[in-house]
């Protein structure tokens, strides 16, 4: 049973992966949870997303069983679910727009969550979907700053990048990169130009609403 939804789901993403959107610049945030910004496309596999266009008084609803009550008002929940386009997404099956559409895309915290197969497949997909000239930024945790937490005697802190007691999938890393590590990644998949990037800085719009964490986190920008 399990193998045949697989195969549904599969063939419900394949239809998707041509989505034609009726805007003159396309930004893309994959992953997004609700740290968006304005204009950009966020593409994300959440109950959040789902449910992003049902109107407010049941969204109000949902906000009780929201894990996001730790982070947001119920009106700021309500108004970012409301004000933003939401594309309700599993990436594992690719990105659901066509082939050089999007002019910016934008990733956080999200590519360490996924086995490094499923990655390399998206960071693919990236370079399908983004145009010539067209800028891709990943923020990831940089692997050069957890181990540097071991040496420095921050056992608890270390571990917590590879283990917790969260049962969602989305909480546990997968696997973890230095600017080398994903740097060859990119290059592989068919980026030419690659640039570490420092916190709020860069090509890509809107990073001093998007970027987070600055100080366990790798910046990258990569250009078609």
């Not at 002019?103 to 490094?116: A, K, R, T, Y």
Request: glycine residues 4%; hydrophobic residues 35%; proline residues 3%.
């Amino acid at each position: 049973m399990r193998r045949v939804i697989d195969i549904i789901i599969t063939i419900i993403a394949k239809l998707r992966q041509n989505r034609t959107l009726n805007q003159t610049e396309i930004k893309l945030n994959l992953g997004s949870g609700l740290q968006v910004a304005k204009n950009w496309i966020n593409v994300d596999t959440s109950y959040n997303a789902f449910f992003s266009n049902y109107p407010s008084i049941f969204l109000k609803l949902i906000y009780k069983i929201s894990g996001t009550r730790k982070y947001y008002s119920k009106e700021e929940y309500v108004k970012i679910l409301k004000e933003n386009k939401f594309i309700h997404h599993n990436l594992k099956y690719g990105i659901p727009l066509k082939n050089n559409s999007c002019d910016f895309i934008f990733s956080s915290h999200f590519l360490e969550h996924l086995p490094p197969s499923d990655a390399n497949n998206l960071l693919i997909e990236m370079f399908r979907c983004i145009k010539n000239k067209g800028v891709v930024r990943i923020a990831i945790p940089d692997l050069k700053y957890v181990t540097k937490l071991y040496q420095e005697g921050k056992k608890e802190d270390f571990l917590k990048f590879f283990f917790t007691e969260s049962s969602n999938i989305y909480e546990h890393h997968n696997y973890m990169y230095d600017f080398e590590l994903i740097r060859d990644k990119l290059k592989k998949v068919g980026f030419k130009k690659i640039y570490q990037r420092n916190y709020q800085e860069g090509l890509v719009p809107d990073i001093n609403i998007l970027d987070n964490r600055p100080n366990e986190t790798l910046f990258l920008e990569a250009v078609k």
